[in-house]
């Protein structure tokens, strides 16, 4: 499978709504308020997607995400703990899965999954993370371990240090704090999808 090489991680259906008319064709939806409102978060989130050609990706709520008809979801290690992952595959639904050593990637390829995820290669700022940064060094072993499979690089990735990030064995850059934190958000997003679409 092939995934566009941008891939926007947003905190809700408004910022989705602002960013994916500008031209971004896979993004997640990492909602993380009132539970009430998922199902409207993601409600909101596919029809913007359709509406635009782009590919949703729902964080977490994988019951909600295939109760909404979300093709989508990425699961986080502790996340796995709890979803049914045979329900997941049953419904045909790819999944993204988040990796920090080599236990969780074993744990991961047994999914079968769309991508595989490694991070923080950097410092993240957006949220403590208990894991020391990965590195570039470990995206390229992560690269050959997985083979054909998509590597999405996550964590304190941004424009200038989007070369080595590729060389290195990604295939995806995966995008939140450069985003979400920018005092422009839409020019930062255009200025994404230009860097990464010349590296296409």
Known sequence: MTLPRFYP?????????RLVPLGVKLVQLRFKGDADDIPAQIATSLAVCTRHGAQLVVNDHWQAALDMG????????EDLDTADNAAIA???????????????????????????????IWPTLLKQMPWRPQGLE?????????????????GGLTPTRLPDVFAAGADVAAVVTDLVAAPDPEQQTR????ATEIRS
């Not at 991680?9 to 709504?17: C, G």
């Not at 899965?97 to 595989?116: F, G, K, M, N, W």
């Not at 200025?191 to 230009?194: K, M, P, R, V």
């Open 191 to 194: 200025l994404w999808i230009e």
């Open 70 to 77: 979300a093709d989508f979801i990425h699961l986080g290690q």
């Open 9 to 17: 991680v947003l905190p809700d259906a408004a910022m989705i709504t």
């Open 138 to 154: 470990k995206l390229s072993r992560w690269k050959v371990l997985i083979g054909e499979i998509p590597l999405v690089a996550i």
């Open 90 to 120: 049953r419904a045909g639904v790819r999944l993204g899965v988040s990796t920090h050593d080599r236990a969780e990637l074993d744990r991961a390829l047994r999914l079968q999954p769309a991508y595989i995820a490694l991070g923080p």
